[in-house]
């Protein structure tokens, strides 16, 4: 099961809040207590302004139960210059077995 969604800063920060500054590195950090060799997440970000999203596909190194990605850049390409709601959906999947999710809402400026 997901254990941990967080957003760091580029020091391995958790420091946002429930805002998330457009202009900053943010990385994206999943952690699961599934041990299976098929751990993946899918997790989409959404816009909840414009309805525009993107998909993303996450695997943990073999033997590691935890993701770390770049989303700065996602994050910009959503926001059209303007403060926006993010809406984050994360999956947790064992192969193609649905195993659980977590979601969040956060405001984007």
Do not use: C, H
């Amino acid at each position: 099961m997901i254990q941990r969604v967080d957003f760091l800063d580029k020091n391995g920060n958790s420091s946002f809040g429930a805002a998330l500054p457009i202009y900053s590195d943010i990385f994206l950090y999943i952690e699961s207590d599934n041990v299976g060799a098929g751990l993946n997440f899918r997790v989409k970000l959404t816009n909840q302004t414009t309805n525009q999203y993107y998909n993303l596909k996450l695997y943990p190194k073999i033997g590691s139960t935890t993701v770390t990605t770049y989303i700065s850049t996602l994050l910009r390409y959503l926001s059209v210059l303007n403060n926006y709601p993010l809406y984050v959906e994360v999956l947790e999947y064992n192969d193609d077995t649905y195993v659980d999710g977590a979601s969040v809402l956060l405001d984007v400026y």
